[in-house]
């Protein structure tokens, strides 16, 4: 792979996950809030997913997740 998409695919690892450990934060803060409550709740399941998704791809290609910055975050124990 070339260094372009190899520094494109570090950078939008770390995008994802640093946007879904705020959405995380966003839903913690919004608790009895209602609609904004459910909506921060949708957006981090939905960030949840993403990531399930990548670290399953990943997985499935043999591709370490400490090459993709994804070996330090767990799904659905860190997005939940």
Sequence with gaps: ????????????VR???????????????SVGEGEAHDFNSGRLMAFNEVVAIAIQHADG???ELAELGLD??????DLV
């Design 1 to 12: 792979m070339s260094d372009i998409y190899q520094d494109f695919l570090s950078d939008f």
């Design 15 to 29: 995008y994802v996950k640093e946007r879904a450990l705020e959405a995380r934060d966003e839903r913690d803060r």
């Design 61 to 63: 290609m043999g591709i």
């Design 72 to 77: 330090d975050i767990e799904p659905d124990e």
